[in-house]
């Protein structure tokens, strides 16, 4: 990989992303040693820079940053001089001072990582900023998918919930439809405007209109800060009108795949028991996200002055 960072997947073209992904296949090798390390980034420094807070993202990107032998640095946000007005890019030149390879940074305001990427030499991988773009979870999407199918290629792809607000939904319909799938996207008017004409889907007014015609529903996260707002009423409407439940799952394609990006609200955006239930692949992108930040580390870095082979 020629690129320095990491920022989005509008524009990748597909012969980068599928790099990305059969890089990412042949990591999980790693995972199933014993020793589940490899030396390649030796001597690295990675460091996770998160201004908001994470489950997934951040832990994994750790664990691929060690499985690949880097140090890591988690700097935590809340425990930081950025409580006493430090602002980012102050914290940035400092965290620069310590030399490190890469940061891997979320941000609430989109375009944040972008700014870091052109103002220092480091790798700045998008771990999400604001309501832009969260690229590794769309390429962990992908691979699960990928998994499943072999190819992307005239797969249908249905997106529902809150998709005028998602950095997850917006990386995946770049990805998505670079790799030559369809992407149908469904939610609330308040969530799902016309202006998403702009982007390349297909807009529906029901979940039941998109479950029935996708090979897998990615169900995006209803952000709770939201509800009682003008965006949404209640909790209790929205799972009526587009939760996922069991009822809406039997019109569905046998063999579709029901994914979510977590965290999860159960009883929301999604039931429990669908989330549980044998078509459920949300713990496989969990552990597909530890490849495909492996990936990503070994193709920005690993090239890069001071790596070594894979091994
Ligand atoms: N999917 C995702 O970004 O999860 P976290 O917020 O836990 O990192």
Sequence with gaps: M????????????????????????????VGRR???????????????????????????FELAAKRLSADTLSFSVSTSSTTKGESLMDTARNIHAMSPDAIIMRHACAGAPHLLGRSFPFSVINAGDGIN????????D????QDHWGSLEGRTVAIVGDVQHSRVARSNIYGLTTMGARVLVAGPGTM????????????????????AEADAVMMLRIQRERLGKALLPS????????????????RARPEVLV??????????????????????????????????????????LGGREGGEDAG
């Design 192 to 211: 799902c405007r016309r202006e998403l004409a702009g982007l390349p889907v297909e807009r529906r007014h029901t979940i039941d209109d998109v479950v």
């Design 133 to 140: 773009e969260h690229p590794s979870q769309a390429l962990l």
């Design 2 to 29: 020629t690129r320095k960072d990491l920022l989005g997947l509008r524009g990748m073209p597909r012969t980068e992303i599928e790099n990305i992904l059969s890089t990412a296949a042949s990591m999980r090798e």
């Design 142 to 145: 992908m691979l699960t998918m």
């Design 235 to 250: 909790a209790r409407e929205y799972a009526a009108f587009y939760g996922l439940d069991l009822a809406r799952l039997q």
């Design 34 to 60: 014993k020793i589940k390390k490899v030396p390649t980034l030796r001597g690295r420094l990675v460091v996770t820079l998160f201004f908001e807070n994470s489950t997934r993202t951040r832990t994994s």
């Design 259 to 300: 994914m979510h990006p977590g965290p999860i609200n159960r009883g929301v955006e999604i039931g429990a028991d669908v989330a549980d239930g044998e078509r459920s692949v949300i713990l496989d992108q969990v552990t597909n996200g530890i490849a495909v930040r492996m990936a990503l580390l070994f193709l920005l």
